[in-house]
Structures are given as structure tokens and as C-alpha cells.
């Protein structure tokens, strides 16, 4: 008898689907199950050892010689300013010359050098109140945003704030470029003075106490050290107070992972452990913890939960362990990483 042709059995896609979730579920779990079990995390910045530049006075910027992202080595020269008391040293030495030189600068000269320097000073004052509003309205707006979670207080008032501080803010870039033409207005009468010679001379035979040569009232802030730049605060003719930061400058050699652990794990950590280094891009590198840090710190407001509480945790340095690591480890400069590490 001829066999009757077998009939092919179907799929059952329902239940290869189910199973196929169902493994993936356990699979996920049990990984989860695993890491925490042998296993703790954190997570870390990459950082490079910075070095913030400043002045000890006041000064008003003149021109930059370098940008954000430079490579700069020891002996370069970084910007020029004019310190704020120049006008006023100009004009004592311009006394002190003519009486001695029987010189006349000429009458119209002399009253326009005076209002210009009053008009400077006029101006910077008027800057470091707006600065003094601005800094006052940025912590006032830190305190309605904890209101406003609360539902105590309206989100209108930051929004007023806000648009106080950017008024502000343009006020500031409005005097700064004024003081930068009155700048170059007092240069140019300072040259038509028969005093203008003896001046340049005696500047020229001075010498800058913050790193430079002075020339014509005009100082050189010289690096002192090799690096790059990373971020630059001001802009020219702008007037940087001496509680300010100039620039950033930074050391590609000296490389480290500042690292955040839950305050529970602290047991788990010890300088020289090696751990993990997960980057973005989700390679893997290695590191050594090379100090620990027992008192907690607040997170990174990239790391804090928005409208939480400001958690808190304990803080680790993690250097590399190989060269070639440390190479990997500068192309995520201020990035995000996970670290890992065993509980033993």
C-alpha cells in the first residue's frame, strides 16, 4: 500500500515567543542577581589636573594670544591686560616728569586723559554691581526652585529672574566694550602728550610682577608651564576682578577618574584596588584606586536626580594601570564612566 504523505507539524510561534521572553527575562535577572551579589558600582568623571589662572589685582584684559583648545608650552604668552590702577601711576609719573622736565602737556589733553580715567573707573564700578546683582539672583533662583517643588511658590518669579540676569549680563558686555574704546581713545591722547616718550620709557624699564614684560602700561601674562587650554572665562577689553578665574589650563599627562560610591559600599573599597573602567562606548578599561577619600561628597549635578534631595557619597581617585589606557582615557575628558568593581 502506498503511505500517505506525513503532514507537516506548524509552528507553535505563541509559545516560541513566550519562551524565547521568558529566557531573556531570566537571563537578565540572573546577570542582575549576579552583579550585585559579587559585585559593587559607582560612577566617575575623567578628570585632568587643572590649573586655574588669575592675577592678584584687578586688571581689564586687553587681548588674548591663545584659544580654548590650544596646546600651549612653558614661555608662551597667554594675554595682555592693563592693571586698573595704570591711570592713575601714569598721571602721578606725568607730574613727577614735567616738573622735572619744565614739559606742558596741553591743557584740553590732560582734561580728556582725567575724564576718560574717571569715566574707566566709573564703569568698572558699575560692572561689579552688576556682578554683585547677578550672583544675588542666581542663589535667590536656588531658593524659589526648592519652592516651586513644593508647590509653594511660582515658577513666574524664576522666570522674571532669569530674564533679570540676561539684561544684566548684556549691561556687563555693553560697559566692558565701552571701557575697550575708551581704552584706545586714552592711548591715542597719551601719545600726543610730549610726556609720551618718557612714559613709554620708563614702562619699558619695568617689569610685570604676574608673569611678563610690561610695555606702554601693557602687561604679558607669561605661562609658566606646559598644557591646554580648556576654557577661557573672559573676553578682550574685559574687566577680570582679582577673585577671578581667567582661564583653565590643563595637564593631559597627570589623568585621573574621580569616582562616587554608594556610602554602603565603603567597606568594599581600599587604596590600590583595581578596578573597571566602563566608558560610553562601552569598552573596558582598567584602573587602580590610588586615594580614598573617607568623608562624603555631594554628586556631580550630572550624577544628582533632578528635583531630589542632593545625595552624597564617598569619593575615590582611580589612575591607570597601563599607558595605553591612559591614552584611551583623555578622549572622554569630563565624560561619564561606570566603575566596578569585586566586593572582597
Given at each position: 500500500?502506498?503511505e500517505?504523505?506525513?503532514?507537516k507539524?506548524?509552528?507553535?510561534?505563541?509559545?516560541?515567543?513566550?519562551f524565547?521572553?521568558?529566557?531573556?527575562?531570566?537571563?537578565?535577572?540572573?546577570?542582575y542577581?549576579?552583579f550585585?551579589?559579587?559585585y559593587?558600582?559607582?560612577?566617575g568623571q575623567v578628570i585632568f589636573?587643572e590649573?586655574?589662572?588669575?592675577v592678584p589685582d584687578?586688571i581689564?584684559i586687553?587681548h588674548?594670544y591663545v584659544?580654548?583648545?590650544?596646546?600651549?608650552?612653558?614661555?608662551?604668552?597667554?594675554?595682555?591686560?592693563?592693571?586698573?590702577d595704570?591711570?592713575?601711576?601714569?598721571?602721578?609719573?606725568a607730574?613727577?616728569?614735567?616738573?622735572?622736565a619744565g614739559t606742558?602737556?596741553?591743557?584740553?589733553?590732560?582734561?580728556?586723559?582725567?575724564e576718560?580715567?574717571?569715566?574707566?573707573?566709573?564703569?568698572?564700578v558699575?560692572?561689579?554691581?552688576?556682578?554683585?546683582l547677578?550672583?544675588?539672583?542666581?542663589?535667590?533662583?536656588?531658593?524659589?526652585?526648592?519652592?516651586?517643588?513644593?508647590?509653594i511658590?511660582?515658577?513666574?518669579?524664576?522666570?522674571?529672574?532669569?530674564?533679570?540676569?540676561i539684561?544684566?549680563?548684556?549691561?556687563?558686555?555693553?560697559l566692558q566694550?565701552?571701557?575697550?574704546?575708551?581704552y584706545?581713545m586714552?592711548?591715542?591722547l597719551?601719545?600726543?602728550?610730549?610726556?609720551?616718550?618718557?612714559?613709554?620709557?620708563q614702562?619699558?624699564?619695568?617689569?610685570?610682577?604676574?608673569?611678563?614684560?610690561?610695555?606702554?602700561?601693557?602687561?604679558?601674562?607669561?605661562s609658566?608651564t606646559?598644557?591646554?587650554?580648556?576654557?577661557i572665562?573672559?573676553?578682550?577689553?574685559?574687566?577680570?576682578?582679582?577673585?577671578?578665574?581667567?582661564?583653565?589650563?590643563?595637564?593631559?599627562?597627570?589623568?585621573?577618574?574621580?569616582?562616587?560610591?554608594?556610602?554602603?559600599?565603603?567597606?568594599?573599597?581600599?587604596?590600590?584596588?583595581d578596578?573597571?573602567v566602563?566608558?560610553?562606548d562601552?569598552?573596558?578599561?582598567?584602573?587602580?584606586?590610588?586615594?580614598?577619600?573617607?568623608?562624603?561628597y555631594?554628586?556631580p549635578?550630572?550624577?544628582?536626580?533632578?528635583?531630589?534631595?542632593?545625595?552624597?557619597?564617598?569619593?575615590?581617585?582611580?589612575?591607570?594601570i597601563?599607558k595605553?589606557a591612559?591614552?584611551?582615557?583623555k578622549?572622554?575628558y569630563?565624560?561619564?564612566?561606570?566603575i566596578?568593581?569585586?566586593?572582597?
Amino acid at each position: 500500500m502506498d503511505e500517505l504523505p506525513r503532514v507537516k507539524k506548524k509552528i507553535n510561534w505563541d509559545k516560541l515567543i513566550y519562551f524565547t521572553i521568558l529566557a531573556l527575562i531570566g537571563f537578565f535577572v540572573i546577570r542582575y542577581a549576579y552583579f550585585q551579589i559579587f559585585y559593587i558600582e559607582g560612577q566617575g568623571q575623567v578628570i585632568f589636573e587643572e590649573t586655574k589662572i588669575r592675577v592678584p589685582d584687578d586688571i581689564t584684559i586687553e587681548h588674548f594670544y591663545v584659544q580654548q583648545g590650544d596646546s600651549i608650552k612653558e614661555g608662551d604668552t597667554l594675554f595682555s591686560y592693563i592693571p586698573a590702577d595704570y591711570e592713575d601711576d601714569a598721571a602721578d609719573m606725568a607730574v613727577s616728569l614735567s616738573q622735572g622736565a619744565g614739559t606742558k602737556t596741553p591743557s584740553w589733553v590732560e582734561r580728556e586723559i582725567y575724564e576718560l580715567n574717571k569715566t574707566i573707573q566709573k564703569r568698572r564700578v558699575e560692572i561689579i554691581e552688576a556682578q554683585g546683582l547677578i550672583k544675588k539672583k542666581e542663589e535667590k533662583i536656588d531658593e524659589l526652585r526648592n519652592a516651586v517643588i513644593l508647590e509653594i511658590s511660582s515658577k513666574n518669579q524664576i522666570d522674571q529672574l532669569e530674564l533679570d540676569i540676561i539684561q544684566l549680563n548684556e549691561e556687563i558686555k555693553k560697559l566692558q566694550n565701552y571701557i575697550g574704546v575708551d581704552y584706545r581713545m586714552l592711548t591715542k591722547l597719551q601719545n600726543l602728550t610730549p610726556l609720551a616718550d618718557s612714559l613709554q620709557q620708563q614702562n619699558l624699564n619695568a617689569t610685570s610682577s604676574g608673569g611678563g614684560n610690561e610695555t606702554h602700561g601693557l602687561k604679558y601674562y607669561i605661562s609658566r608651564t606646559h598644557g591646554h587650554i580648556t576654557r577661557i572665562y573672559m573676553s578682550d577689553y574685559e574687566v577680570a576682578l582679582k577673585s577671578e578665574n581667567i582661564l583653565n589650563l590643563h595637564r593631559k599627562e597627570h589623568i585621573y577618574i574621580k569616582a562616587f560610591f554608594n556610602q554602603e559600599d565603603v567597606q568594599y573599597i581600599n587604596e590600590g584596588d583595581d578596578v573597571s573602567v566602563i566608558f560610553p562606548d562601552g569598552t573596558v578599561s582598567k584602573g587602580k584606586i590610588s586615594r580614598f577619600y573617607y568623608a562624603t561628597y555631594s554628586l556631580p549635578e550630572e550624577f544628582q536626580q533632578k528635583y531630589e534631595p542632593t545625595q552624597r557619597a564617598i569619593a575615590a581617585d582611580i589612575f591607570p594601570i597601563e599607558k595605553e589606557a591612559e591614552i584611551k582615557w583623555k578622549a572622554f575628558y569630563k565624560m561619564g564612566v561606570k566603575i566596578r568593581k569585586t566586593k572582597r
